[in-house]
Every structure is written in C-alpha cells, then in structure tokens.
C-alpha cells in the first residue's frame, strides 16, 4: 500500500510544566523525546511524587493545576501563571511560594531527570473526527481538544475515531516521522474544570461505556524534525 494523505494538522500544543495547561503553537520541533521541551518540569511535593489530576506510583492529584497555566517565552524562559492572570518566571522562587499556597503543601519545580515526565509516550494526537464522534454520543458537553491534552490535534475528513486505525502505522507529519504504537488510555483528567471548560464528570463514563476509556492515540518518533499547522498527515505504505 502506498503513502496516503489522511488529514492535516489542526493545533499543536506544548505543556512545559506537567498537569499545568499549555500553549498553542504554530510549529515545533519534535526529537525522539517528543516535542521539544513538553512537559520537562513538574510540581514535585515533600515526598517526591509529582503534580497530576490523578494518583499513581509517580504521580499524586494536587488540586488546582489546570486552573493554571505555562509557556515558552521568545527568549526561552518557562513562564507560570496563575489563575488570577498574574504571571512569574519558573525560576523564581515566588513561583514555588504561589503554587504551594495554590495547592496546600510545599511543592517545587522539578526538571525531567532520569525518568520521564510523561505518562507514557512521545507524542499523543487526536483526530477532530474522534472529538466528533465523542460529541456526538455527549449533546451539549464541552467536548474539546484542550481536555485531552494532546500534542497534534489532526483534522481529518472521515468519521469515527480514525486513529485507532493508525495503531502499528508509520505517518509522516512535516519532517517528522512517527509510529503510532496504541490507544490513549483517558483518566479523571479529562472531566476536570479548566478555564473555558466546566466540569465534566460523564466523559470518562461515556468512554469508559462506549471504547474502554480510550480516545486518541500515543506514537513514538522515528525521525526528529518539524512539524507545523497545515502540514499533511502522511500514512506510510
């Protein structure tokens, strides 16, 4: 089977500091890391486990993250802000102060050492077609890409959740390559209040009913480059 052009890119999204809402891009660099400089911080507490929506051996809920925000300046400082729209570097050590106050207990920020700061892969993407589909089951649910926190958000023509069709595929998006490897496993994350969005507590139910608690897919990366909205989805024969 030859290459086959299946979407293009709608958004890309980067979230510099774990469980903290991230920034729209209009292109980015992906290594075989993932994209460049996702998620390479977190909110650590006392006992050594990291900020999320969920608790698992590594990671312990801590309230008000996603009501909070981070980004990348041009001159490539992590910038934090808070709810209030007050804005700090991550470096400063009021930053650690407003987030410990913000969630209770004394946390600070803590860079990727060596062991991943991601859940679980490189790259997560949806399709608009699985948000439609999700939308579809849910009338009057604020279904959107934000609260799946994907990195690429791809737009595709046809219905249904089109990239779970992907799994074991190699696409080539921009100068990347990628190979997309399994489902997204959704968590409580997904139904949380974040600015725009209400809480939505049956999202995971509807998931958990209608595709095992899966919506969009995670990839690893096979070739390092580019990738920047508009380009072509290009599934590899």
């Not at 690429?152 to 249904?160: K, M, N, Q, R, T």
């Not at 968590?187 to 509807?206: A, H, K, N, Y």
């Amino acid at each position: 089977m030859g290459e086959v052009v299946v979407g293009r890119v709608a958004e890309i999204w980067r979230y510099p500091v774990k469980s903290l809402g991230g920034e729209r891009l209009d292109r980015v660099g992906i290594g075989s890391r993932g994209v460049d400089l996702d998620r390479l911080w977190a909110l650590r507490g006392r006992d050594g486990k990291l900020g999320s929506g969920k608790n698992t051996k590594r990671f312990r809920r801590m309230s008000g993250l996603l009501g909070t925000s981070s980004r990348i300046s041009s001159d490539g400082v992590i910038l934090v802000r808070l709810a209030d729209g007050s804005e700090m570097e991550l470096g400063d050590p009021a930053s650690a102060a407003a987030f410990s106050s913000l969630v209770g207990e004394e946390v600070e920020f803590a860079a990727e050492g060596g062991v991943s700061h991601l859940d679980d892969s490189p790259v997560h993407l949806v399709t608009t077609s699985s948000l439609a589909w999700l939308s579809e089951l849910m009338p009057g649910a604020a279904i959107q890409a934000r609260r799946f926190r994907p990195n690429l958000v791809i737009e595709v023509p046809a219905s249904g959740r089109q990239e779970e069709s992907w799994v074991g595929r190699g696409l080539r998006i921009g100068e990347v390559e990628l190979r997309v490897h399994k489902p997204t496993e959704r968590c409580v994350m997904t139904t949380m209040e974040q600015p725009g969005l209400r809480f939505e507590p049956s999202i995971l139910r509807t998931l958990e009913r209608e595709n095992s608690a899966r919506l969009g897919v995670y990839a690893t990366v096979e070739t390092p480059g580019t990738c920047a909205e508009g380009d072509e989805v290009v599934i590899l024969g």
